[in-house]
């Protein structure tokens, strides 16, 4: 440390020379500026890598703020210099400077790609972020600056005389953190400056030099300044901090309007629960659902209270589900309000403190109450329909087509489709009634070349007018033929379904009108109510006098009924002449009943008709007012336009009735049950299995139909899926039958599930499965017998082939024997032609006990395999090839293998197949060209695919199936040894794990056998 600050040897800088003191002074005030500058750049840098986190390139800013100090350093050294010659620090802070500038350079060229690619990205990003109000100029920060600088300085002035030289910045520094906390960073570096150098001249030298006379008024000026840029530092920070708390405050403002909006605009009110206090925050909105004053408070106690008794644990288990669980909080309830019961739905979430305690909940609300009135409308509506249909006396029909017929295709070819393409899908029994048949199962799947005679020009302009009138046909007559082939005439209203440009089926009603004896007059009322479907009913108005007998409606007339205005009839009854028929009667009576009790207001729903022909729902609300005598006088009142309510009960009436329709078609009992497991409807085929009526089937009646010694498990496995839906319901039974005893049934059950996941119902089926049960029963027993005769086949087959190799195999022995006796003790003396014959007999001998063992094996393949297991082919070649090192050493051949799979099968006989198909190919080798083997495996579709390819004297293709015999050769036994056995081996083998074998060649160039074995055999 000594020698870093020695000065031994040198002198002051400012003594080398003749240096003016505005010199020195030059000098020393850039040098300190220029460091002053170099060390607030590093503190930038911090404040800017700690604002932005997850900043790329750290290790780089690092060493660019060490660079820049360091050069900082040089300047301040060279400032002390000029009074203190400390040339050793100023040599050591060099070098270091030079250190860290190189390894800034090293750093920062590999970097330049990476920063490249970030600066494009950056230039196509674009984000979305909360703005701040508009910031004041830059320029009155810089005058804050200039004017605390100004004040702070006069004011030390004046206290001078009060604080001599103590304390020379302190004012100064009150302007600088002033500055700072009010305009940033900029304006504090210029107050720090001003004041600074102010102070240094006027305050502690006050002969106007601009450094102090001691070291130590230098140090406390560059400390000073020091000070003021980090303080500069901070108040910038804490600036741009309040500029984006400003702007996320009023970002926030914004969202909450806007949610208030979104709320508003869907009819939603918004609750928050505080746990702590039990109190309920409600938005008017929210207040009105639940019946509440929104000026009061409400408490959870209360809330739960207004919830409809039987509705109230289920609401409590939801509240408890969505706390505890922290699931979605999501139920439907009713309430009772002041003014009467009411349906909401309410939607929310449970919030959390940091321990994880639950605060309270928060969601939105809305009244359901209109849409769950039309869905118990449908449930209670849906017994009155299905007996309607039952009951009707009009024919309810439905057709449809083997292909769709495009709308496009002129009017002849469409009919000519739909004559062709036309079936009766289904109706009801009083439309086969019509035809004179007496239940719809008879008529059904008929086609409409069966009921419309096409040549008929009537039958061609009926069709006409349905394609003409946009497939829509409302009271128009058609003639027909009955199963007798009398003739008949029906008055129909029908209507096709048109989907993609084309019809795919039509739905109607007709009735008889055969007798009827004023047939022109109903078909020009049918066209006259044709013309006056009405369309859509807009807000009409209308004030009757009923003593008059005229009315006066409102302009929306004009559109509900479409017609001129010089056409509209002022009369009371001219409105309903375009009601419904089938609606008037219900209307008129409820109307008289209405006056008959003075009824104050009245309400109906009905269907009035427009010109073009449509149908629309109308909702008419009016207020009556009487004379003294009781009698209506005056009735004002407002119309309004239901239809697209209308439809979707309707549309829901028909899915259900599909579904009924369906059920009772298909050949299967079909049953539907709640989700308790309380079953609430069977089709017919359940009678008609079980001999059973619904009334007692229903319910848990028909595990009464269920065998007694199935009953228990069909009980236990239901409630199982009751309880646990996941587990599912599928079960086989004997079930009751009809004619007596009892037959097997498949039953499968599948839960439908509300929006929420909740089971609503159950869907099932009972399928008969007794003839496909017996059927197996049969199969099992065939399979089993026939089983046992192939073991004892295989058992004699194993016996006889063993005693066979015994017999063949001990004469055989005593020839080799004898033979080889007498070649050995007496060949010399035997003549030429008896040694040849000897010869001969030995080869045959040994020909013969090769064929026996051959014989042996083929037959062994069946008779003593074993049972299979995981095979690794590597292991079956390399044993095989073990076996076969003699004949390689002996034609000095060579096998080449790849690796082989592992597979399911009988080790040995796979080792087996390896031995004949190489041995093969060393036997038939190229006489002086080493044999080579190439072993190599493949996965395809059917297995692995096992091939072994030589470089033999090769075959003929056509030969390719032959050479799997037994027996059979290709060549003579002078040429190659062999008994022609071992190919047909191979094949046994390959057949017995589920595989095939195939052989290709070319003669002169070599054969190739593939064998494809599957992976589990």
Known sequence: MDWLTGTDGFVPRKNCGAWEDWEVALHVVSDVLIWLAYLSIPLVLVYFARQRRGLPFTGLFVLFAVFILACGTNHLVEAVIFYHPVYHLSGVVKAVTAAVSWLTVLALVPAVPRLLDLTAAAAARHEAVPTAPPARPRWQGYAVAAAAAALSLGAREALGPLLGTKYPYLISFLAVIYTAWEAGFGPAVLCTVLTGVGTEAWIIAPDGSVLGATLADRLAFGLFLFSGLGTGVLGEAQRRARERAEAALDAARETADRLALSLDAARLGDWNWNAADDTLALSPRAAAVFGFDPTAPVTWAAVRKRIHPADRDRADAAVRAAVLERTAFDIECRVVRPDGEAWLSARGRAAYDAAGSPRGMYGVVADVTPRKRVEDDLRRSEERYKAFVAQSSEGIWRFELDEPVPTTLPVAEQLAAYHARGYLAECNDAFARMYGY????????????????????????????????????????????????????????????????????????????????????????????????????????????????????????????????????????????????????????????????????????????????????????????????????????????????????????????????????????????????????????????????????????????????????????????????????????????????????????????????????????????????????????????????????????????????????????????????????????????????????????????????????????????????????????????????????????????????????????????????????????????????????????????????????????????????????????????????????????????????????????????????????
């Open 438 to 1017: 007496t239940w719809a199962v008879e008529l059904t799947g008929a086609r409409l070349a069966d009921f419309f005679d096409a040549a008929d020009p009537r039958t061609t302009a009926f069709l006409t007018a349905f394609v003409s009138g946009g497939h829509r046909l409302t009271d128009a007559e058609s003639r027909e033929r009955d199963r007798y082939g009398n003739p008949r005439v029906f008055l129909n209203t029908l209507v096709g379904i048109v989907e993609g440009g084309s019809v795919i089926r039509a739905w109607g009603t007709q009735r008889d009108v055969t007798d009827r004896t004023h047939a022109e007059e109903l078909l020009r009322a049918g066209e006259e109510r044709y013309r006056l479907a009405t369309e859509a009913v807009r807000g009409l108005v209308y004030d009757a006098d009923m003593t008059a007998g005229r009315v006066e409606r409102s302009a929306g007339l004009l559109d509900l009924v479409g017609v001129r205005p010089e056409a509209a009839d002022p009369v009371v009854g001219w409105w309903p002449a375009r009601i419904h028929p089938d609606d008037l009667p219900g209307v008129l009576a409820d109307r008289e009943r209405g006056y008959a009790r003075g009824a104050p207001t009245l309400q109906a729903e009905y269907r009035v008709r427009h010109a073009d022909g449509r149908w629309v729902w109308v909702e008419d609300r009016a207020r009556v007012m009487y004379g003294d005598d009781g009698k209506p006088r005056r009735a004002v009142g407002c119309r309004s336009d239901v239809t697209e309510r209308k439809e979707g009960e309707a549309r829901l009436r028909e899915n259900e009735a599909r579904f009924r329709t369906l059920a009772e078609a298909v050949p299967v009992a079909v049953w539907v049950c709640r989700p308790d497991g309380w079953c609430e409807y069977m089709n017919a085929r359940w009678e008609e299995i079980t001999g059973v009526g619904l009334d007692g089937s229903l319910g848990a009646g028909w595990l009464d139909q269920v065998h007694p010694d199935d009953r228990p498990r069909a009980a236990a496995a239901w409630n199982a899926a009751v309880v646990d839906p996941a587990v599912g319901y599928r079960i086989e039974y004997r079930l009751q039958s009809r004619g007596g005893g009892y037959r097997w049934v498949l039953a499968a059950g599948f839960p439908h599930r509300a929006a929420g996941g909740a089971v609503v119902r159950w869907f099932g089926t009972c399928t008969d499965i007794d003839d496909k049960k017996r059927h197996a029963e049969t199969l099992e027993r065939l399979v089993a017998e026939r089983t046992a005769e192939l073991v004892r086949s295989n058992k004699e087959l194993e016996e006889f082939a063993f005693a066979a190799s015994h017999d063949l195999q001990e004469p055989l022995r005593k020839i080799q024997t004898y033979g080889a006796r007498l070649k050995e003790k007496a060949r010399d003396q035997l003549a030429d032609d008896n040694r040849e014959r000897l010869d001969r007999m030995m080869a045959s001998a040994g020909r013969m006990g090769r064929l026996i063992d051959d014989l042996l094996a083929y037959s062994r393949v069946t008779t003593r395999a074993k049972a299979f297991a995981a095979v690794d082919l590597n292991a079956a070649l390399a044993d095989a090839l073990d076996d076969l090192a003699a004949r390689l050493e002996l034609t000095g051949g060579g096998v080449e293998a790849g690796p082989l799979p592992t597979v399911s099968g009988d080790a040995g006989q796979l080792r087996q197949v390896f031995q004949n198909l190489v041995g093969n190919a060393l036997k038939f080798h190229r006489p002086g060209v080493p044999p080579v083997v190439r072993v190599s495996a493949e996965r395809t579709a059917a297995g692995w695919a096992v091939t072994v390819a030589d470089n033999g004297i090769g075959f003929e293709d056509r030969f390719a199936g032959r050479i799997f015999q037994v027996f059979q050769r290709l060549h003579g036994r002078e040429e190659y040894e062999g008994t022609g056995v071992g190919l047909a081996v191979c094949k046994k083998i390959v057949d017995r794990h589920g595989g095939a074998i195939a052989a290709h060649g070319r003669p002169g160039e070599g054969a190739t056998f593939v064998v494809t074995l599957p992976e589990r055999s």
